[in-house]
Structure formats: structure tokens, C-alpha cells
């Protein structure tokens, strides 16, 4: 009997110890459950007409460090799309999801024409419904820089107020990580620094880490690899059809290891994601597109995730009216009402159009079938 009680007493003992150590671990390694928010920064076409080319890039610098500063685990991307075209926020909406993050943060920044800069941020939840939106604004009482900075501190005591609600929950987590503009979204867990997209095709030839977990017999393809990508087509948002398949091509062999898993001008697919004809009142045409996938090796399709928006070029008309009116002498005036009349510029993409993607989610690949391949 007593030894019996002994080992009833060893056994509770060694129960003990465990269930302390691993309360003392969750209390000093904080889980994945806790909420993530991705944070996607757009700019307006006033941002690229009328801002400082430094403007989007110092808004961007100052609302990450808002974030990690007061401890929001997020995800940050930033829309830098040199077209102008603003993506649609299903499509932004559609970027959290995959990202897995349980809030949206979308920030517009935007230089009308009576105000230095003007931040509007919109809260979504994980099923798109808004959830609050702030504003803050400069006019032009200010000198820019001042406004710039009056614009962005108006925003943080308005945040501050948002402090622990849905967006900005307060967490122990400081995971801050950023994208490039060319489609690549980290995973929540990842932390990166921003740089410049590659231009050139070696850069695809990038070596992926080895995973942890593969086998003699297997390989990963790890989520978030990029992929160059190119246009196999021209596309015009006169004639493109939301929903229709567009052709791509690989841009550089994409490895793991010493192993191509994707092969240089493999087929690539994406679709119309969204398209708006050009109309009356100068209204310039827009396309965004999705891309899909990408084809390996052993021919298996390999999920890309990645969006690419273009808007057509501005006409010129204002110039162009002001020029006509003072060398008619002011009889154009009479032509002025009919003015609105006139078509935007449709969006067109060319044939050759890089574009940029990473691979969404982990892939194992049987060994043996990409080196046959």
C-alpha cells in the first residue's frame, strides 16, 4: 500500500511540474491566436499630381511606426502604383482574408487641391462590414511641411481614441511587417524590411530557404516566394471583360534549393478582376487585374496571390481648353459647355508589362518528380 501511495504521489508531483511549465510558457510566448490586423495604404491621383514625390513614402514611415509603437501586430502593405489606380476594396478586402488577419485597416492618402494632405481610415472586420472610419485633414493655412505633420498628428489622437477597439487591438505581439507594392504580402508572423521591388530576371532566381520539416523524399515551395512575372497580352479596359482570363508568362527560373520548381516562361494565369470603361467628363478607363497561377514543373499549379491596378492617362484637357480659349480670343468659350463631352483615356496594359506575385501558402513537392521534371 505505501508504495502505491508513493508512486501516486510521484505521479501527481510530475503532473504538477508540467502544468506550471507550461502556464509560465503561455504567459511568456503569446499565442497566434491573437488578432492581426493588415494595414493597406493607398494613394490618390492628387498624391502623384500634386505631392511631394516624398509625401506617400513619409505617411507610410510615420503610421508603421504609430503601430509598433503602441503594440498592433499587423500587416502592412502599401499600394505605390505609379498609374494612379485605386484598388477596389473588395480586393483589399480579399488581401486580409488570405493574410489571415482578423481586421482591415484601409488608409487613403490624399493631396486635393485645397489641402496639403488629407488620411481617411477605414475599419473593416473579417466579413468586409465597416466597423469605423476616421478623417484628418490640412488645409493651406499651413506651410506644407507643417500641414503635412499637423494632418498626421490630428490622425494619431484620433487613433489613440480607437486604442483596444477592433483594428487596434492591443496585443504583446510587435510583428510589423511590409510589402512592396509589386503584390508581395508577408505572413503576419513575419518580419521584413521594405525594399525595392527587382527589376532584373536573375532576381527570380532568388534561393529559398530550406524548410525545417522536408524530407529526404520532399521539398517546399514556402508561401510568400516572389514571382516576376509578364504580360502575354495587351489589354484594354475598352475591351477587357471583368471575370476573363489573361494571360501570363514566368519571368526567371524560381528555386528551391538548387532545384527549379518553376521554370523560366512557364504559362501563368490571372483574370479581370474589375474593368470601368472610359466615359464622358474626361473619366479615365480602369482595369485590376488578379493573378492566379503560376505552372510547375511537374505541371501542377502553384497558387500565386497578387493584384495590379492601371487607370488610363490624363487627356490634358484643362491645358488644352485654356490654350484654345486665349488663341480664339475667347470665342471658345462658347464651345466650353460641350467640353464634358469628351471621352477619358482607356487603361491599357501592354504586352511585356511586368508584373510582380508571391506564392500563396506552403507547397510540398515530391522530390523525385521535380528533378525528373
Not at 498609374?83 to 482591415?104: D, F, I, T
Not at 472586420?125 to 493655412?141: F, I, K, L, M, N
Request: include cysteine; proline fraction near 5%; charged fraction near 15%.
Amino acid at each position: 500500500m505505501d508504495s502505491f501511495l508513493r508512486r501516486r504521489f510521484a505521479c501527481f508531483a510530475i503532473a504538477s511540474l508540467f502544468l506550471i511549465a507550461a502556464s509560465a510558457s503561455a504567459q511568456t510566448n503569446p499565442t497566434s491566436s491573437e488578432p492581426t490586423t493588415f494595414v493597406f495604404i493607398q494613394k490618390t491621383d492628387g498624391v502623384a499630381k500634386f505631392g511631394s514625390p516624398r509625401l506617400f513614402p513619409r505617411v507610410v514611415d510615420d503610421l508603421q511606426q504609430y503601430l509598433k509603437e503602441h503594440q498592433i501586430a499587423t500587416v502592412v502593405r502599401t499600394d505605390d502604383l505609379s498609374s494612379g489606380a485605386e484598388m477596389p476594396v473588395n480586393s483589399v478586402q480579399e488581401m486580409a482574408r488570405n493574410s489571415g488577419a482578423k481586421y482591415l485597416l484601409h488608409v487613403i492618402v490624399d493631396r486635393p487641391t485645397t489641402k496639403w494632405l488629407k488620411l481617411t481610415v477605414a475599419c473593416y472586420d473579417a466579413a468586409g462590414q465597416q466597423v469605423w472610419t476616421e478623417e484628418s485633414s490640412a488645409g493651406r493655412e499651413f506651410l506644407r511641411h507643417n500641414g503635412e505633420q499637423n494632418a498626421l498628428q490630428r490622425l494619431h489622437q484620433r487613433l489613440d481614441q480607437r486604442l483596444g477597439q477592433p483594428g487596434l487591438p492591443r496585443t504583446g505581439l510587435t510583428s510589423q511587417s511590409s510589402a512592396s507594392p509589386s503584390g508581395v504580402t508577408p505572413a503576419a508572423s513575419q518580419v521584413s524590411e521594405r525594399q525595392p521591388a527587382p527589376d532584373s530576371i536573375a532576381a527570380n532566381a532568388a534561393v529559398t530557404p530550406a524548410a525545417p520539416h522536408e524530407s529526404a523524399s520532399t521539398i517546399r515551395l514556402a508561401s510568400g516566394t516572389p514571382v516576376h512575372l509578364f504580360l502575354a497580352e495587351t489589354l484594354s479596359s475598352k475591351t477587357a471583360q471583368a471575370g476573363a482570363t489573361v494571360k501570363l508568362q514566368v519571368l526567371g527560373d524560381v528555386k528551391v534549393g538548387d532545384l527549379v520548381v518553376i521554370a523560366n516562361k512557364a504559362p501563368a494565369v490571372g483574370k479581370v478582376e474589375a474593368v470601368q470603361n472610359a466615359g464622358r467628363a474626361w473619366r479615365a478607363g480602369r482595369l485590376v487585374l488578379k493573378l492566379q497561377t503560376a505552372t510547375l514543373v511537374n505541371q501542377g499549379q502553384q497558387p500565386l496571390e497578387a493584384w495590379n491596378a492601371s487607370k488610363g492617362a490624363g487627356t490634358g484637357a484643362a491645358v488644352a481648353w485654356s490654350n484654345a480659349v486665349l488663341q480664339s480670343y475667347g470665342l471658345a468659350l462658347f464651345a466650353l459647355p460641350f467640353a464634358p463631352l469628351q471621352h477619358g483615356n482607356q487603361a491599357l496594359v501592354y504586352k511585356g508589362t511586368q508584373l510582380e506575385a508571391v506564392t500563396a501558402g506552403d507547397t510540398t513537392l515530391l522530390r523525385g518528380d521535380i528533378e525528373a521534371a
